[in-house]
Structures are given as structure tokens and as C-alpha cells.
């Protein structure tokens, strides 16, 4: 069938269908969820609504995120649209968040993998791995590392530089800066886990064998029980050890284990640093306390108010009778990414956290405070914690809290499309503009239906052999669904065209033929290895067979 042919029957076909309105673009109006429905082809039944969808307006969040980090808008140093210029410290949080939002999306329509969401994930990596060399105070490592305020350039432990057997852990890439090289090393291994290209590979095993030495020897390969700081934990604005941070690295070790074979977590590079988590660096509750002094912290960013004990856990600013300094924010982060590796403990602190944090505003809505030591504060902190808890609610399932949270965070802020309908932010610029991103991604964080441990691990080997869309017109479509029904021999395409487009399929082993209600609709073309499909502008939902 030529490809003049197969546009025109695919227009007819969903023209009598209903699901075609000529050249007419819903970018700005869109719908909450992608429609859904059964076909059945040739005997074989095919719900839609049993594979994961994305919704119109996670899309064209993407779509606005894509603005803020492509390299096709902006240099990996350059930060047009994210407000952040009176900010420091922060943005290697975002895009790491980012990134693991993006990961979500990905694995939601895991059969759409063209360069548009390759590159995104790419251009993150990149732009977290700004020098200041080459970027100077628009870097990250300026922004996060050598700022003034905080003044961290290369460190040495025990923190006393006439000790001559002091271990060298400092350094921006070092040992003693674990809230970026976790976070960077996270985002690399979900980058091979969604993408599988090998190119970071090496580069996250140094990271992987450097926390190996971190916290199982004295710094110098000899072994020593709890590593180099005695905690089997790594520490970051030096010297302090944090749960939430060290999730990350332990996150990053299972999906590593899961993707290469290696058997870090099997052979307990992590055990001794999750007893230390659940037995020492506890409240008074059995949550986790935010912040462990290992040594006098370093840098000009610090108050000695702010510790009491060296070691020690650190101490609240507004209760001195409190046993320590407690977080909302620490517990979202730190319960969501440590529930893969134990979810009897997550599980059994979540509800604990809950009612110990939350705070009515009325029946459809709530938030989290920043800490019981000071119930009737709210700032920043409280924002911050809402927000990982919106995320740890979807995981937990508890979906009544998570549409509290949201409609806390969200109600008061406009949603703006673009004039092309292709992009939509939530207007925080009345408040707080540097909110802006952070909107965008906390809401497909909190709405997608995958979370982080259904991420940690690795995909079935057999995955990478599936027929997948590995090219596309991107910028003309909406992908709600795709993804490749191994048991049932079929792909799932459930897609909004704006504008006339050509979607290539890999992987296909014979000509395939397109589907919809039961109805043949013709072979695709091919081209080369591959299989092209040409749409008109409407709505699809499509069996691929």
C-alpha cells in the first residue's frame, strides 16, 4: 500500500470514527485523562485501560519543562526561564527531581523512545555537570559548591589539616559531597536504565566503586567497619550525614546491581549505613532525623548554634529540649526512596509521619509542616515538604492525601498554555517565580503512575528486542500510551495528532498492520529496517499487530 494511501485511509477510517476533527489543534484544550477503550483483533482483546496513559497535561508540562533544559533553547549554564537568579544551592535539586520525574514519564509509555525524550534526559545530565571552568558562577559547581557562602574547595577527614593521616574527601566530584555525586550518578543509571546507550557506564561505576571504598574501608582500601566516617553513611556540606541524601546512592546501587549483575547491596556495602538510619539517626518517633554531625562542618555557611555535639545528631533551632533537628521534607524524600530496599520500615513510619506532620486547612485540602518542634510556623520548608510528601502519598497509594497536597500546592496558581497550545506551566510569579519549574515537574511526580521504587529496577533483558517508536514528528504529537504487549503480541498506541505526522517503528520482525476497533486500517510502509506510519491530524487509539 503506498504512503499517500495509507494517510488517506487512516483520515477516512477516524473521520467515520469520530475521533478526527479535520485540521483542528486541542493543545488548548485539553482533557484530564486519554480516552480509553477495548478492541478486540483477530480473537485477542486489548484494554486500554490496562496499560499505564499519560494525561494531556503532564505532556505539555514536559513540553515546557523541554524549554528550561534543552540544549535546542539554552547552553547547559544558562538558566533563562527559571527565575533562579537570586538563588544558590538549589538548582542541582531541581534537576535532579527533574530527571526522576522524567523517568516516571518514560517508563509510563516506555515504547516511545525518540531523541525528544533522550535529549531531555541527556541535557539534564549535562547541565548538573557544569564546571565552573568552563561556566564560571552560572555552574553548578559554583552555584552548589564554591559560592561564597559556602566556601567547600577540598577537605580532608578527621577536619584537622595537621593531622598527617587525614583521608582526602573533598573535592566537588569527592567522597564528602554526596547531595550532588548521589544525585548525579542517579540520574546517569536511570538515564542507561531508560535508554540503554552505555555511555555513562564507566563513569557511574567510579561513583559506585567510590562509595564502596567510602563506607567500607578507612579511606585508603583498608577494611574498617562503618567506612571513613564511622556511620556506613556518606556526609555532604562537610561533615554531615543525611538520610534523604543517602538515598539516592542507595537507590543508584540497586539499579545498578539490577542493570550490570554486580552484587554491592547483596554483599552489604549498604548494611551497616541502614542500621545506623534505623537505629541511631532516629527521633523520638522511629522517624528520621534530618542531619548527623561526623565532624565540625566546614565552609563559611555554618553556625555553630546549629550543632551542640560533634558526633551528634543535629540539634532544632526552636525546640532545645527537642533529642533533634526533624523535617518533613527529610521523611517524603528519604520514606519514598528507601521503600524499594525496606518497605516493611517506609510502610510502617509512613503513617506515623503522616499524623505527626500533616496539618488540616480544611476537608479537600492539607499540607505538611516543616517540623513538629515548631507547629505553627510556615515557610519554604513547608512547601518543600509538601511537596515529597504528595510524591510519597501516590506511592503509598493513600491517593486521598496525595489530592489534599495537591490541592494546597496547585489552587491558587493559574494554568497557562502557550499560544501554540504545546506548552503549560502553572503561573507562580505573584509568589515565588523559581516555583515555577518546581510546579511543573511536582505535578507529573505526583500524578504519574510510576514512583521511584517501581523504577530501582532494571527492565526484563527481552525488553530492549520490543518494537518501539525510535522516531517521530514530536513536536506535532501527544503520546498518552505506547508500549508493546509482550503476551499479546501487540502495540498499544493511543496518540493525538495536531498536525500531519510520521512516526518510524523499530524492531518490528515482519510488516506490521494497524488496527482500530477490530478494523484493519493497512500495513505500515517500509522504510529501510524500519516501519513508517503517516497520521492526519485527530485521535487515535491504534493495536499494532
Not at 477510517?13 to 488548548?28: C, D, I, P, Q
Not at 557506564?201 to 563506607?215: G, K, M, Q, Y
Request: net charge negative; aromatic share 16%; with cysteine.
Amino acid at each position: 500500500m503506498s504512503n499517500a494511501l495509507t494517510k488517506n485511509k487512516f483520515f477516512v477510517v477516524a473521520l467515520m470514527m469520530l475521533l478526527v476533527f479535520g485540521g483542528l489543534t486541542f493543545g488548548n484544550f485539553p482533557g484530564q485523562t486519554a480516552p480509553s477503550g477495548i478492541q478486540t483483533v483477530d480473537g485477542t482483546v486489548y484494554n486500554f485501560g490496562d496499560y499505564t496513559s499519560m494525561d494531556h497535561e503532564m505532556l505539555g508540562i514536559f513540553n515546557y519543562l523541554d524549554t528550561l533544559v534543552s540544549s535546542d533553547y539554552q547552553g547547559y549554564g544558562e538558566w533563562d526561564g527559571w527565575y533562579a537568579e537570586n538563588f544558590h544551592g538549589l538548582h542541582h535539586y531541581v534537576l535532579a527531581f527533574m530527571a526522576y520525574t522524567a523517568s516516571f514519564l518514560f517508563e509510563t509509555t516506555p515504547g516511545y523512545r525518540t531523541d525528544y525524550y533522550r535529549e531531555f534526559a541527556y541535557d539534564l545530565i549535562k547541565k548538573m555537570n557544569t564546571t565552573q571552568a568552563e561556566w564560571g558562577e552560572n555552574s553548578i559547581e559554583f552555584k552548589e559548591w564554591s559560592h561564597p557562602d559556602y566556601n567547600y574547595v577540598d577537605y580532608y577527614y578527621p577536619n584537622d589539616p595537621e593531622d598527617p593521616n587525614a583521608v582526602f574527601t573533598g573535592g566537588f566530584r569527592g567522597p564528602a559531597n554526596i547531595m550532588w555525586t548521589g544525585h548525579y550518578a542517579l540520574m546517569e543509571t536511570l538515564y542507561e536504565r531508560s535508554f540503554n546507550t552505555g555511555e555513562f557506564v564507566d563513569e557511574i561505576t567510579w561513583f559506585v566503586e567510590d562509595w564502596e571504598n567510602s563506607l567500607t574501608t578507612d579511606g585508603n582500601g583498608n577494611p574498617q567497619e562503618g567506612g571513613i566516617w564511622g556511620t556506613g553513611l556518606i556526609p555532604c556540606e562537610p561533615y554531615i550525614v543525611f538520610v534523604q541524601c543517602n538515598s539516592i546512592p542507595i537507590t543508584c546501587t540497586e539499579l545498578y546491581d539490577s542493570l550490570y549483575g554486580t552484587s554491592y547491596i547483596e554483599n552489604g556495602m549498604w548494611d551497616y549505613g541502614l542500621d545506623f538510619i534505623n537505629n541511631v539517626m532516629q527521633d523520638d518517633y522511629d522517624l528520621p532525623m534530618d542531619g548527623y554531625y561526623v565532624d565540625t562542618p566546614t565552609g563559611s555557611h555554618y553556625d555553630p548554634d546549629r550543632y551542640q555535639q560533634v558526633p551528634g545528631p543535629a540539634q532544632s533551632l526552636y525546640n532545645p529540649d527537642a533529642s533533634c533537628k526533624v523535617s518533613s521534607y527529610t521523611n517524603g524524600w528519604s520514606l519514598a526512596f528507601l521503600e524499594h530496599i525496606q518497605p516493611e520500615v517506609s510502610q510502617a513510619e509512613y503513617p506515623v509521619f503522616k499524623d505527626l506532620f500533616m496539618k488540616d486547612v480544611d476537608a479537600n485540602m492539607a499540607y505538611m509542616i516543616d517540623t513538629y518542634n515548631n507547629p505553627s510556623g510556615f515557610g519554604t520548608m513547608d512547601i518543600l515538604g509538601t511537596l515529597f510528601s504528595m510524591q510519597l502519598a501516590k506511592q503509598m497509594g493513600d491517593f486521598s492525601t496525595r489530592d489534599r497536597l495537591v490541592n494546597f500546592m496547585y489552587n491558587n496558581y493559574n494554568k497557562v498554555w502557550s499560544t501554540d497550545g504545546r506548552t503549560m506551566h502553572y503561573d507562580t510569579l505573584s509568589l515565588e517565580p523559581f516555583l515555577q519549574s518546581v510546579l511543573g515537574f511536582g505535578w507529573i511526580w505526583a500524578h504519574a503512575p510510576h514512583s521511584i521504587k517501581d523504577i530501582t529496577d532494571a527492565r526484563p533483558v527481552e525488553f530492549w528486542d520490543y518494537p518501539y517508536i525510535s522516531a517521530a514528528d514530536d513536536g506535532n504529537i501527544w503520546v498518552y500510551q505506547a508500549e508493546w504487549d509482550a503476551a499479546k503480541h501487540g502495540f498499544i498506541l493511543n496518540i493525538q495528532v495536531d498536525q500531519e505526522s510520521t512516526l518510524t517503528f523499530s524492531n518490528f520482525d515482519s510488516t506490521p498492520t494497524a488496527y482500530t476497533c477490530g478494523i484493519s486500517l493497512g500495513q505500515l510502509e517500509l522504510v529501510g529496517s524500519n516501519y513508517e506510519l503517516t497520521l492526519s491530524p485527530g485521535t487515535y487509539q491504534l493495536v499494532i499487530i
